[in-house]
């Protein structure tokens, strides 16, 4: 099973529509990142959250961690073709985040928006 | 900045052949990370490097496969001999030095070496 669980697997929706993808652990997040890929590219920074309860935007993407930093969701508002990719978070969840750098990913949703 | 450069970007090889992925990170960076990705396991770190030492090889998969970084701007990663369930997309990454808790420092990843083992 996987440490990291992404929900949902994929998603489909109407350009224009609002998505949200959540990323949850069974323990604490440390150095929650997302990224987003495309096929046959590598993986973009999009954001990276340290704090429980902290958010952050950018464009039209919001990232949150909640208070108990077990999990992250990542909303996108008004989606648009562009946003279409595979959305991964990754993040150290070793014992008191003392593993920098060993980041465990989930598996990954894919988002296919029509326009 | 160039960004992480990685090469081969395809290799095409087969079973029991030696192959060997090069990584060059983003200048200035500390830290260096190979990465696999396949459809069945996502993914996963196989070890990373901090001034170029190797720190944690617990996720290579078995003896394999190799890492080396002679200096601070080349990395290889080698498997020798290569099998058919070494097919995978591998992916190297370079961030700045951060010590745990007081914070994290961005891993920017590079565009990734596609294996395919016949």
């Known amino acids: 099973s996987q440490e990291l669980e992404q929900s949902p697997q994929s998603l489909i929706v109407q350009e224009g529509k609002n998505l949200t993808i959540n990323c949850t652990s069974s323990?604490?997040?440390?150095?929650l990142y997302w990224y987003k890929q495309k096929y046959g590219e590598g993986l973009i920074f999009l954001m990276m959250?340290?704090?429980?309860?902290e958010e952050k935007s950018h464009e039209k993407i919001t990232a949150k961690l909640d208070e108990k930093k077990q999990q992250s969701s990542l909303h996108i508002t008004a989606s648009q073709p562009s946003h279409a990719g595979i959305y991964l978070c990754?993040?150290?969840?070793?014992?008191?985040?003392?593993?920098?750098?060993?980041?465990?990913f989930g598996q990954g949703t894919i988002l296919t928006v029509h326009p | 900045d160039a960004g992480v450069i990685q090469s081969p970007r395809h290799e095409v090889t087969e079973m029991g052949q030696e192959v060997t992925l090069r990584c060059k990170p983003i200048?200035?960076?500390?830290?260096l990370f190979w990465y696999r990705q396949t459809m069945m396991r996502g993914l996963e770190l196989l070890i990373y490097?901090?001034?170029?030492?190797?720190?944690?090889d617990s996720g290579m998969p078995e003896d394999r496969f190799s890492a080396k970084m002679p200096n601070a701007s080349f990395s290889t990663l080698k498997i020798q001999p290569s099998e058919p369930r070494d097919s995978a997309v591998y992916f190297c990454?370079?961030?700045?030095?951060?010590?745990?808790?007081?914070?994290?420092?961005?891993?920017?990843f590079g565009p990734g070496t596609r294996l395919l083992v016949l």
């Open positions: 990754g993040a150290d969840i070793s014992a008191g985040g003392t593993s920098y750098g060993k980041l465990t």
């Open positions: 200048s200035g960076h500390d830290y």
């Open positions: 323990k604490t997040l440390y150095g």
């Open positions: 490097f901090n001034n170029n030492v190797p720190i944690d």
């Open positions: 959250l340290q704090k429980g309860g």
């Open positions: 990454a370079s961030s700045l030095a951060t010590a745990g808790q007081t914070g994290w420092e961005t891993q920017y």
